[in-house]
């Protein structure tokens, strides 16, 4: 029985030790470390935004929030689907962040983006209220 047990104990042991060292080689990997270290800075990214995706991207600048339905009507001209799409991809450039509020979807400007835009004099965003 002792023998049944240690083998047991070894299995279980070589099962746990492989499982820590799968973990560990992926928090430690040297792609990700250089991915999270080496940011893109924000006007690099900036500038390989299309024509509609830096309109709408000007739009949510001097917005900072607006709805789907807000987006929808100031680019009446786009297909919803089309509109759609333009949003994600700004979205997973982190240039925005979508989320929901009383039932509706939003659309946010980053912040950290936000204070690079306010910070830079360089560009111009519209004064007063933008409807």
Same mark, same amino acid.
């Given at each position: 029985m002792d023998l049944v047990g240690i083998g047991i104990g070894i299995v279980v042991g070589a099962v746990i030790g492989y499982i820590i060292a799968v973990v560990t080689r992926r928090a430690s990997s040297?792609? $990700? $470390?250089?991915a999270e270290s080496s940011e893109t800075p924000w006007? *690099?990214?900036r500038k390989t935004l299309t024509g509609t995706q830096l309109q709408i991207l000007q739009f949510m600048e001097s917005r900072k929030e607006s709805t789907i339905t807000q987006l929808q009507e100031k680019f009446s001209f786009i297909p919803d689907r089309e509109? =759609? =799409?333009r949003l994600e /991809?700004?979205?997973l450039m982190k240039f925005i962040?979508? *989320?929901r509020? *009383?039932?509706e979807v939003i659309y946010v400007l980053n912040p950290d983006y936000s204070g690079t835009v306010e910070d830079d004099k360089t560009v111009m965003l519209p004064q007063? *209220? /933008?409807n």
């Amino acid at each position: 029985m002792d023998l049944v047990g240690i083998g047991i104990g070894i299995v279980v042991g070589a099962v746990i030790g492989y499982i820590i060292a799968v973990v560990t080689r992926r928090a430690s990997s040297p792609v $990700a $470390a250089v991915a999270e270290s080496s940011e893109t800075p924000w006007w *690099d990214v900036r500038k390989t935004l299309t024509g509609t995706q830096l309109q709408i991207l000007q739009f949510m600048e001097s917005r900072k929030e607006s709805t789907i339905t807000q987006l929808q009507e100031k680019f009446s001209f786009i297909p919803d689907r089309e509109l =759609y =799409y333009r949003l994600e /991809q700004i979205v997973l450039m982190k240039f925005i962040s979508r *989320d929901r509020k *009383d039932g509706e979807v939003i659309y946010v400007l980053n912040p950290d983006y936000s204070g690079t835009v306010e910070d830079d004099k360089t560009v111009m965003l519209p004064q007063g *209220d /933008q409807n």
